[in-house]
Every structure is written in C-alpha cells, then in structure tokens.
C-alpha cells in the first residue's frame, strides 16, 4: 500500500524508540515503530556497563541522590548541557530503572556481608549492610561522585532491550523492520510522517501520522570504520531531520572519544572493567593516570582520559603494532571468576575477537569515536525545533543532557528516561491532534522520492564508487576531527570533505536490483553522511575554545565569555553548505566552574549569570523552540545543589 495511517509513527527500533511507543501504546494509540533491523538487534544491545540513577543502595553509593546527579551531569558536560533537562533526567532515572526491575531486567544485586573491591588501584573489604542485601547494587563509572551505576554484569543494554521489547509485544505496538525512512512529509512547519523503502523489496510507500519521532541513534559511522558504533548508525535520523532546511542540528562538534576500544576490531570494552578496578599502562607498565589526574585516575570523564590516552600515544609511549600504536588495559588482578561473571561479555569479547585471556592478558586498546552529543536539536519536551510533530530522542536527539561530554552510563539512562518523559508528551500531542492532511502532500513526496530512487538507478556502472567515497571520509574524520583538533587541520578536512561532496555527483552504481541491494543503500544515505560531517567539522573549527569532548589545541581554554552557546545547523534545500548559529545553553543554576578533573583553564563569563538567564527564553523561541507543556524552568530546584559540594578544590587557571 502506498499511503497507510498511524497514531504515532516511530523511526528507529533501539531502546529509545521502543520505550517512547510504549508510552504512546499504554495511552492507547496506534503506533507504528520501523526499524532497519529487527529491534532486538539494534545497536542499544551493545550497551555493556551500566544505566546510571541515583538510587544509593551500597556503601559506596551512601548519600546519593538526583542533586549529586545533577551536578555530576553538569559537570561531565563541562558546562554544555541545559540544566534543566539534566534536573528531568536525574529525578526521573530512579523511577525508569526500578520499572525496568519490574519489566524483568536481572539486575545484579547488593550482596550483604563483606565484599571485595578495587578502588584506586587497592583491594579493600567493604561491608554492605543486611539491609540492603538483594537491592540493585552500582558501580563506579568516569566523572561520577558516588558509585551510581546499576548494571546487570556487563551485559546490561542486552537485558534492557529484551524487557523492553517484552513490553513492545505484549503491548501490540506493530513492529515493522528491514525498512528505511527516506524522507518526512511536512508542510508549513507540521510534520505528517515519512516516505519509506523496504529494504527486501526496495518498494516506496508512505505513512501519516499524528505524531512523527526520530530514534534512529547516533552517527558515528561517518567516522568510517574507527567507530564502536554498529554499521546502521550511519546519522540517517539526522538527515531526515536537515533535509527538511527548517529543523535544526544541536552541537555536531560534540564527539564522544571512548578511551576503550579494542585493538584493532574498534570494539568497545566497557568502562566498566575501569569501574570495577582495572588499571591503564602505558608500554613501560607505567600507570600514568595515577600522576595525570590523582583524584580520579582511570575514572576521570572519557574526554579527559582519552585525552591523557592521546598524548602518550604522541609522546612515544604506546606500544606499536601492524594496527597502529595502542595502550594496555589490565585486567588482570580481578582474577578469572570476576571477569567471567560480572565483566562476563568483555572476558568473550576479548577471546572471541584477540584470542586472549583477560585474567592472564594484558587488553589492546585506544580512544575511538564512540557518541555523538549533537542530533535533532528539540526542546524539553522532545519535540523538534521548527517543526509541529516532529520530536527525537535518544542518541538521535540533542535534548541537551550531555552538553560536550557524556558521562558513561548517561547515555542508556537516557534511552529510557527521556522515551519515557518524551514519550508522554508524544502521547498526549497525538491525543489533541487530528490526522487532517491532503493525501497529495504524501504523494509528491512520494513522487519526489522515486525520481531520487531511479536517478541512481540510472546511474553508469562507471565512476567513482560509493564505497570509496565513505571510505575516505572516514579516514578524513578520524585524522582530522579526532581527540585533538586544530584549525589547520580543521580547515584541510573541510576542503576535502567538500572534494569528496561534488565526487558524488561522478559514483557510479554496479548493482542495479531495486531491493536487498547494500550498495543502492549505501548510495542513497552517502550525500546525508557528508553533509554531518561537514556540519562537524566546521562546527568545530568555528568553535575557537576548548570544551569537553571539543579539544582545539590552538584554543586550549574554555571560553565562558564567547562561547557558553550550542551551535544549531541548518541546510537549506540547494543550498551548498550549513549555515550556523548559536543559542544560550539553557537556563543556568550551577555556575560554570572547575570540574575537578581535567583541564582548569577558563575564561570567565562576561554575563552575570541572572543576565545570562533573562535572555534564554527568547534567544531560544527566536531559534526555533516551540512551546512547552510546562513552562522554562518550572523543573528547575534553584540553588539545591549547595551543600553538596565536597570535591577537593583546584587552582583556578583563569584567562
């Protein structure tokens, strides 16, 4: 059929996109969830270490709650995040968690009595109370102040995606995969659903619906192959939205480096073997965490670790091989039944993909792109910037929680939490709203995307190929947008990157069968993958300062004074290249300060924050946010961070 109905049509079938239908399911809409692969083969499945929420169950864990959340989120995004959103998300990640319990997560538990730990390099016997015995036990994760992580061993996006999808089934959403959006339908600023293809079959057809949500997870495949993302992460819930020139992206610049990704696959081994006590080495077995940041040595916030990682690397310090020079994860002295119970996924991974063994073997490992902060720029509520019915969430969106560096953890909290909180609000939108549209507008896009479809069918079998094309803007991005970035460098990516855009014009395609055909795939999403990386990168050469994940080292400070904004991107249809501009974070209760860990060189705001904070209503509703169901700042709790403020103070390095 080439035109069906929905209530609520959800675009992506990972953790994010099935938690927001099932919101909208309970509500009793119809919903429609497409995936390109079955949901239980999305990438949220290759989450390992653990879902952060402040539930404060074991010694280590005493005292927590969603303040220290808070601030610990903050703090991770070196300023970055919308506060607000980071105070929604460490009051609500509790409650998602303990539901999870109730959906049949396995969570591991609180074994009371004394229990074996390492922490900072040190054995140590702690006793976990009686009373907490069977309750979901945490552990330590980068940036964090108390032991929040609640895990289900190192398997836990696996046993939160299949509870989910539990739900999902039982709930009757229809779960429709090997399928591709290729467009939204919109019009005047309301978006009525998507034109998609079957990936079997290469068929066109459209749906319309009352509610459109892009979950589509991140992009890092434009970082070609030096990614931890899965193949299907190729950004395409981000061109959906770009493509529309009206939607804006949030923060492109902003790229997550895992300081774990093994060598040579690229992938990644949890940070929670760094939680649970394993130790980084430089190739003289030196521990150089312990002199680079005494505080929090390995468990230091990822930019700041891959960081250090990338300047022993430089300073000749990683151990060479065929595969490029790497650093040593040690593992060893967690001993065997450590590793193959709660690390039980990183102990197969690393024989299954190495042919070592963690309890005897040191871990080949090295910084790879591993998240993407930037997306579909959207307001609290989820709902995309300039566009009626359109919302995002997940790793697709930027909510903003995560500002310029996510905290481990965060991010599979968020799948869930914002699904949930976002989900809520789709629900209700598709609720108040009617499915009043000409089904002419769905046919012109249509139209629109079978002449795109035969242009390429029509294509020589001659040229350049598609393959190459992703190939070396991979190497570009990897080379030149990496852990440190400087102008130069920045400025050379750009111009090849735009070399490579006009090349596409020259690809020829060797395959012509309309259906199950990777290399038409592959052509039809190449265009929409350059363009994110060029938005990348000229986010970041634009961005003259230093902050979390974005390292310029010609611009080595944060500048709080220039630069305390969120870049927003559009490209407007035809147009040659992205045009920026720049938005407040959002409303400011935690002052911008030192983080406690990394680099502390700053320049001051030039703003009082109470100036800083009269403008952000405006300056954000000017750059696209529509209205909100609660009013700004109503989540806010002004000032109930103080008091909680116990991290050992640094020399400031103010400019």
Known sequence: MPIQTTDVLIIGGGLAGERCAIESALAGHDVTLLSLVPPRRSHSCAAQGGMQASLGNCVKAEGDDSTWHFLDTVRGSDWGADQEVARIFAEEAPIAVRELAHWGVPWTRVRPGKNTYFVKGKKVEIDEPEEKGGLIMHRDFGGTAKWRACYAGAGTGHAVLYAVDGEVVRLGVNVVDRIEAVSLIHDAGRCWGAVVRCLRTGQLSTWLARATVIATG??????????????????????????????????????QFHPTGLVPSGILVTEGCRGDGGHLLNREGKRFMVEAEPEKQELASRDVVSRHMMDQIKRG??????????????????????????????????????????????????????????????????????????????????????????????????????????????????????????????????????????????????????????????????????????????????SELEALHREIARVGLRCRAPGLNPELTAALRIEGMVKLARITTLGALERTESRGAHSRTDHPARDDGRWLNRTLARWSQDANAPVLRYEPVGLIDLPPGDRGYGQSLQKPMELSIESYNAEVKSAMTEAGSLPTREPMGSRMQWGAWRGHEDRPIRPERNE
């Open 218 to 255: 991140g992009h890092g495949r434009i970082y070609g192959r030096y990614t931890t993302n899965a193949t299907i992460n190729e950004g395409s819930g981000a061109v959906l939205a770009l493509e529309t020139g009206v939607v804006p992206l949030g923060n492109m610049e902003a790229v």
């Open 317 to 494: 310090l990683g151990v060479e091989s065929v595969s490029g020079d790497h650093l040593w994860l040690d593992l060893r002295h967690l001993g065997e039944t450590h590793l193959r119970t709660k690390l039980r996924e990183v102990w197969d991974i690393c024989r299954d993909f190495n042919g070592i063994d963690p309890a005897k073997d040191l871990i080949p490992v090295r910084p790879i792109q591993h998240y993407s902060m930037g997306g579909v720029r959207v307001n609290k509520d989820g709902e995309a910037y300039g566009m009626r019915g359109l919302f995002a969430v997940g790793e697709a969106a930027c909510w903003d929680l995560h500002g310029f560096n996510r905290l481990g953890g965060n991010s599979l909290a968020e799948t869930v939490v914002a699904g949930r909180y976002v989900g809520r609000r789709v629900a209700a939108f598709a609720q108040s709203e009617s499915l009043s549209v000409d089904t002419q507008l769905a046919t012109r896009f249509l139209v629109d995307a079978r002449k795109r479809l035969q242009s390429w069918l029509d294509r020589p079998s001659t040229g350049a190929h598609v393959y190459r094309i992703r190939d070396a803007m991979g190497e570009i991005m990897n080379l030149k947008v990496g852990v440190f970035r400087t102008g130069s460098e920045l400025e050379q990516a750009l």
